[in-house]
C-alpha cells in the first residue's frame, strides 16, 4: 500500500481549480504516508477516530491542519478539542456545549462544522434538513464564546445513481446559501465551509458548490475492510 502521488497532484489541481480546499483523509493509514504527503505540500488531513487523531497529532509536525470528520462524542471532545483545525461532523447542542467548554479551558475557538443529514439512508448521523433552521436559532442563543460555526458537512447517499448524488449535494448548497445570509455579521457564526464530496462524488459536489472534499482512498489506495 502506498500513496498515489500522480492522482494526488491531478486531484489537487481539480480541486485547487474549483476554489475548494482538499482535505486528505488519512483515517487507517501510517503516519509514513502522511509524512510523504506533507512533504508533497499537503497540510489538510482528515481522521474519523479520536484515539487515532490524537496519536498521530503527537509523532506528526504541528504545521498539519488536523479536521476531525467522524462522528464526535461529548465525552471525547477534550481529547481532540486543543488542536483541531476544523470539527466537521457536529449534529447535537450537547456536543456543541462540550466543545465549547474544552475550547474556553485552552484559551481557545472551535472552528465546527454541522452535519446534515442529506443521503436516504438510516445510518447516517446529521441534522435533518428541515430542522437546521432551528437548530442554528438554538445555537445563537446560546452565545457560546468557545465555538464558531463555520458551515456545512454532508454525505450523499452511496449510489451509481448520478442524479440522486447531485439533488442531494444541491439541496446542502442551498442550506449553505440561507445559513450565510441568515448569520451573515452574527457573532459565533462564521459561514464560508461547505464540506462535501469523497472519492466516489467529489467531481459531482465541486460541480453543486463545495468548497472542500475530503478524500481518501483516491489517494492512499483502497482501505482494508474494517
Ligand atoms: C472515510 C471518509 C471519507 C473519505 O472516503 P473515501 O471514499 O476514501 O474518499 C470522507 N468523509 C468521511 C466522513 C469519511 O468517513
Redesign the pocket.
Given at each position: 500500500m502506498a500513496v498515489r502521488f500522480s492522482a494526488y497532484e491531478s486531484i489537487r489541481e481539480e480541486v485547487h481549480s474549483k476554489g475548494a480546499i482538499l482535505v486528505a483523509?488519512s483515517?487507517t493509514r501510517p503516519s509514513s504516508d502522511i509524512l510523504g504527503l506533507l512533504n508533497a505540500g499537503q497540510l489538510d488531513f482528515?481522521e474519523?477516530y479520536v484515539q487515532e487523531l490524537q496519536e498521530k497529532q503527537e509523532q506528526l509536525p504541528d504545521l498539519i491542519r488536523w479536521h476531525f470528520?467522524?462522528h464526535l462524542q461529548s465525552n471525547k471532545a477534550k481529547y481532540i478539542v486543543p488542536f483541531t483545525h476544523l470539527i466537521?461532523?457536529v449534529d447535537s447542542i450537547s456536543t456543541l456545549d462540550e466543545i465549547n467548554k474544552q475550547a474556553l479551558k485552552s484559551d481557545r475557538v472551535s472552528e465546527v462544522l454541522l452535519q446534515v443529514r442529506i443521503a436516504k439512508e438510516e445510518t447516517k448521523f446529521g441534522i435533518l434538513p428541515e430542522q437546521l433552521s432551528a437548530f442554528a436559532e438554538s445555537i445563537a442563543s446560546k452565545g457560546y464564546l468557545g465555538v464558531r460555526i463555520c458551515g456545512l458537512m454532508g454525505?450523499a447517499t452511496n449510489t451509481e445513481d448520478e442524479s440522486m448524488i447531485s439533488s442531494e449535494f444541491k439541496g446542502l448548497r442551498k442550506s449553505f446559501d440561507q445559513l450565510q445570509m441568515k448569520y451573515m455579521g452574527v457573532g459565533g457564526f462564521d459561514i464560508k465551509v461547505l464540506s462535501m464530496g469523497?472519492?466516489?462524488d467529489y467531481r459531482i459536489a465541486l460541480e453543486e458548490g463545495s468548497t472542500m472534499v475530503?478524500?481518501?482512498?483516491?489517494i492512499f489506495g483502497e482501505?482494508k475492510p474494517a
Open positions: 483523509v483515517k482528515g474519523n470528520i467522524g466537521h461532523g454525505m469523497m472519492t466516489s475530503r478524500i481518501g482512498s483516491a482501505r
